[in-house]
């Protein structure tokens, strides 16, 4: 439906260079929107790039044509000084102190709904917009309007996840033209305005940066540390008391969200590693360590005695937790009229990351922090991470994982 001609609100598209973005564009222009095209050029080491071309400059040439194509201004901005102060030394710090954080919620929170934002306002845009699989609606009462962030339609694509960390503000200045669409309509959408990105894989890179290999990243400013790998066994005592019980109090939920914890003493040496700093919870790959019936997977790392322990197999119980601990201080309410006092809980679904089937839980306040109890256990619940909470498909906050 056209927006009409008495008004043309301006929003600022962030042209990436994909075939997401490029059909937002196409969709905003032909509703009659004025558009604006803005590539984002946030990294400049090229050394730890997957191929030998600058990573960015062909995204860029690709947003230029695409914005040719359509007819409207276009221009390229560099927000590298600010990007490497908000996300790469955060990610740095984070993995120096054995967390794993989530570079693609951050680069939304922090680059393209904030500082991206403020350079569109201050070229005069009414809104932002974006190629995100999700959707906004807005509803009213009583005058004060409340932004909704919703599931892409496409359940193979929903991408509201990484907008987890946003609040308000940014939604009500945020548009997200192709989250009611497939990705087959999106790229058919491409085919018959002839756009350069009809047929352009989907990036596999860091939102961030482009093609890259992150342990090469890592090795950037987290030097190489060798040390022990540990493995422990799933008869271990340790798992022998778990706990077991029904969750139906905050506290039931507090027992339940302690982490296992570990001694080199309490297994067997298995091998070196480069670095427990690089590693993370439930990783498989890496290791180079053989002759084992099963796979061994990470089950902790402990960055203080610079150790690994790893367990036999995906059902190892070292893997699996039925809660976990949110610190007030990183508890986000996208939906800040539903926060919860100390004392409260409420069901809802949630997922602990990206492309996770949402899981049935419950999320508790405490006097100081939050719990996040789980009707099944999970799998390699990790520090760093961000958890989504939704009620049906409205994502109302999110944590991160503090254990």
Known sequence: MSIGTTHKPKVVVGLSGGVDSSVAAYLLLAEGYDVIGLFMKNWHDDSVTISNECPWLEDS?????????????????????????????????????????????????????????????????????????????????????????????????????????????????????????????????????????????????????????????????????????????????????????????????????????YTPEMGIDKGAHSGAHYFTVGQRKGLDVGGTPLALYVVDTDVIRNVIYVGQGNDHPGLWRRALKINQEEMHWVRPDLALSPGQSMEVMARIRYRQPLQQGVIWRGEADYFLSFSAPQSAITQGQFSALYLGEELIASGVIAR
Not at 132 to 156: M, N
Not at 165 to 178: G, V
């Open 61 to 261: 040439n690709d947003a230029l044509i695409v914005a040719q194509k359509l007819g409207i201004p276009f221009q390229t901005i560099d927000l590298s000084a600010t990007y490497k102060e908000r996300i790469v030394d955060y990610m740095f710090a984070e993995y120096a102190a054995g967390r794993t954080p989530n570079p693609d919620v951050l680069c939304n929170r922090e680059i393209k709904f904030d500082v991206f934002l403020q350079v569109a306002l201050g070229l005069g845009a009414d809104y932002v917009a974006t190629g995100h699989y999700c959707r906004k609606e807005t509803t009213g009462d009583g005058g004060v309007l409340t932004h909704h962030l919703l599931s892409g339609l496409d359940p193979h694509k929903d991408q509201s996840y990484f907008l987890c960390q946003l609040n308000q503000e940014q939604l009500a200045r945020s548009l997200f033209p192709i989250g009611g669409l497939m990705k087959s309509e999106v790229r058919e959408i491409a085919r018959a305005q002839g756009l350069i990105t009809a047929e352009k894989k989907d990036s596999q890179g860091l939102c961030f940066i482009g093609k890259v290999r992150l342990p090469e990243f890592l090795q950037q400013q987290l030097k190489p540390n060798p040390g022990r790998i540990v493995e422990i066994s799933t008869a271990h005592p340790c798992y022998s008391e778990p706990f077991t019980g029904e969750i139906n109090t905050v506290e039931d939920a507090e027992k339940a969200a302690i982490p296992w914890t």
